[in-house]
């Protein structure tokens, strides 16, 4: 019966090419689309590397300010004294990091110019965060408290900039004319990954602008673990409180 509805449907086909043609090629086309929204959705936002407790994470990249009586508004990242005044103090978040905007930079390595996306970090940042460190270690609390001219590469920044395979730990990299001691390096993640990813990451002490500007706008986005999964509308009730108040 199969090979009689099979006959009767491709001799329909053969009759109307046209149709057939725009009907497969539509539905093909339909698919595909489907298909590659499914899989960029996925790549977005499911918890893969390195955000593997991105189940229980949140991140802000954006704070909107409003004048209620002027009717002025404008919205952009955050102020470092911004996060730790009202969001590092919650008290429902297990841990709270955040990093800085990406940034570009031309600098030369191993013969070449390379432009290279950076990022400037707390060092809460590297607890929630899992990156696999092929060298060295992340940027530790120490680190702030030496005022240390250090940073983290990705695998592919080492391998331009140094050669490849070529370790990198205790050698030096220049960003914005600093040269800057490279104390690890960990294997990348996509630039899509907006909060997380960079090839050149360095401690915010580092930053020429002041770190400590009282402005409620900055270039810096928090990174918030909660306890579990479940604790997530905890926080940011707690959060919609502070900004209510």
Excluded: C
Excluded at 117 to 136: A, C, N, R, V
């Amino acid at each position: 019966m199969f090979k009689n509805y099979l006959k009767i449907t491709l001799a329909v086909m053969r009759r109307r090419k046209f149709f057939t043609f725009i009907s497969l090629f539509g539905i093909s086309i339909t698919l595909t689309i489907l298909i590659v929204l499914t899989a960029f959705y996925e790549h977005m936002f499911a918890g893969k590397y390195p955000e593997s407790n991105r189940d229980r994470t949140l991140f802000s990249n954006m704070i909107e300010e409003q004048d209620t009586t002027g009717g002025g508004m404008r919205r952009g990242p955050m102020s470092i004294s911004y996060i730790k005044k009202y969001i590092s103090t919650l008290k429902t978040p297990e841990k709270v990091g955040f990093s800085s905007s990406p940034n570009t930079v031309n600098t030369y390595g191993n013969g070449k110019k390379l432009e290279l996306y950076f990022k400037y970090t707390d060092p809460i940042f590297w607890e929630i965060l899992s990156f696999e460190f092929l060298e060295g270690k992340p940027i530790t609390q120490q680190n702030f408290d030496n005022n240390d001219v250090v940073a983290v590469i990705n695998d592919q920044t080492r391998d331009d900039y140094f050669g490849k395979g070529v370790s990198a730990v205790g050698k030096t990299i220049e960003i914005n004319g600093q040269n800057l001691r490279v104390i690890g390096v960990v294997r990348g993640s996509p630039i899509t990954r907006l909060v997380v990813s960079a090839d050149v990451y360095m401690p915010y002490h580092l930053q020429k602008a002041d770190p400590l500007n009282p402005s409620y706008n900055g270039t810096y986005m928090p990174i918030v673990m909660a306890k579990s999964a479940g604790d997530l509308p905890l926080v940011q009730a707690e959060y919609q409180e502070v900004v209510r108040r």
